[in-house]
């Protein structure tokens, strides 16, 4: 091997060294792509020429400024923001818990729906993750819920939202891959809704078992007649399901492009966020219940004037923007840097030299499939899922182009049912230790009484079921390209 191939493993060596040093990932990123074009210029400069190297600020501007695509991230992030800070997720829990009062481990059944829910409006985990330990572990470990699956149900159902389109992961795959963003949120609807049946099927078994895990809440919390159940579902059940109709039925229809789709999505969450903290009060119409604060009558509220109540509106949407802007700044600072890393790379000969070694395994298709499942899935286990598509991919497209599964999966549909493998191994990235970011988020609002083992070993039921939910989809493809078929095709 000479040196001119030695370089771009070098590269690749020095970006997984250096990723370890806690230095933020976008400048890690560009830096080692900018020094190794300037090494390959100073050594040689037939490996890396000047008008290539004059060719990175423009690389950057077409793939990531100019990329039409990547729009749709902020208003999907600005969507999920508005929910979270308007009280909507919060008064979404408070319902779910109430219908599911009867049902065994019903409040950590609440718990899985709220994510399933939330991740068809928000991409965003950390914030999913938080909310979610803030308003219902306190309460879970109050009334006698085990540690162990109250945090393993939260993590894994604030992570849905990676999966379950409209997701910010599944937009920066298709755009890296080249391919329609519709189709492959379509094919993202399945796998997503069978993760979360799979966390509802065990959730129910084993509450059902062994029922001193997760005690039933008293029969007198909530509304105890049809009427009052009936205003709290309109109020705080419908509005985000109508918003979810909103965008992802207007994809699924054809009646908007993924980009015009989070557009509807971003109004439509700030006009139920004007709806819930000004129409509402407005009107007279007494806050929800908190019940999962644990209070036991109605919530009066406090007579403050329209005025206010619009001025402290406003000063939500301002504090949402500001969230957004600094999640958005964060995002596109990590294309910059993976953008520069992968025009680098490949212009060193990279990609022939990560195919030629793959095809000498002599794995076959696969064999290379499970390899490749099995690398993304050690990443998680170090790497946040976007540092792992965003290095990874690049490097992965040339070699998915290779797989050829016969009669299995269509080829022009493998590429689709790829990156739905990899978009639900990748969910396992946010659950595995040590490094794994739906758990970092837990501890940090738990309550003290929460150990870090307990949510280690609460994870492991669910990290189990996400991986047995990848096999099914490897072993029945039309769990993801049925859904496309019929509607696209």
Partial sequence: MGFEELLPLAMFATLAVLLFTGFPVAFVLGGVGLGYALLALWIDPFLFDWPQFGAIPSRIYGAVSE?????????????????ERSGIARDLLNCLQVLLRRVPGGLALAVTL????????????????????????????????????????IAASGTLGILIPPSIMLVIMADLLGRSVGNLFVAAVFPG???????????????????????????????????????MVLRSFIPP?????????????????????????????????????VILPAIGVQEMQMFVAGEDGPKVVEHIGFGQRLKDFWGVVGDVMERTA???????????????????????????????????LGLGSWGLLFLLMGIVFVLGFFFDWIEITLIVLPVFAPIIELLDFGDHVARVDMVYWFAILLAVNL???????????????????????????????????????????LLMIIIFPEIALWLPRVLLN
């Fill in 326 to 360: 600094m999640t958005n700044a964060m995002i596109f600072g990590l294309f910059m840097g993976a953008t520069m890393f992968s025009f680098v790379f490949r212009s060193l000969g990279g990609d022939n030299i990560i195919v030629d070694l793959i095809e000498s």
């Fill in 114 to 153: 709220m994510g399933t829910i939330l991740a068809a409006t928000t991409g965003i985990i950390g914030a999913s993750v938080v909310m979610m330990s803030l308003l219902a572990l306190p309460v879970m470990i109050e009334r006698g819920y085990d540690p162990r699956l109250s945090t393993g149900t």
């Fill in 427 to 469: 969910q396992t990235s946010f659950l595995t230790p040590p490094f794994g970011f739906a758990l970092f988020y837990m501890k940090a609002v738990a309550p003290p009484s929460i150990k870090i083992q307990q949510i280690y070993a609460g994870i492991v039921p669910f990290v189990l079921l996400q991986l047995f939910g």
């Fill in 67 to 83: 990329n039409l695509l990547l729009t749709a991230i902020p208003m999907f992030i600005l969507m999920g923001t508005m929910l």
């Fill in 241 to 277: 399901v109508l918003l979810i109709m909103a965008v992802l039925g207007s994809i699924l229809m054809g009646l908007a492009t993924p980009t015009e789709a989070a557009g509807v999505g971003a109004l439509g969450a700030i006009l139920l966020g004007l709806f819930n903290l």
């Fill in 193 to 231: 809704l069978m993760l979360a049946s799979l966390y509802v099927v065990y959730i129910v078994v084993r509450c059902t078992l062994n029922p001193s895990l997760a005690p039933k809440l008293d029969k007198d919390i909530g509304p105890q007649t049809l009427g009052p159940i009936l205003v």
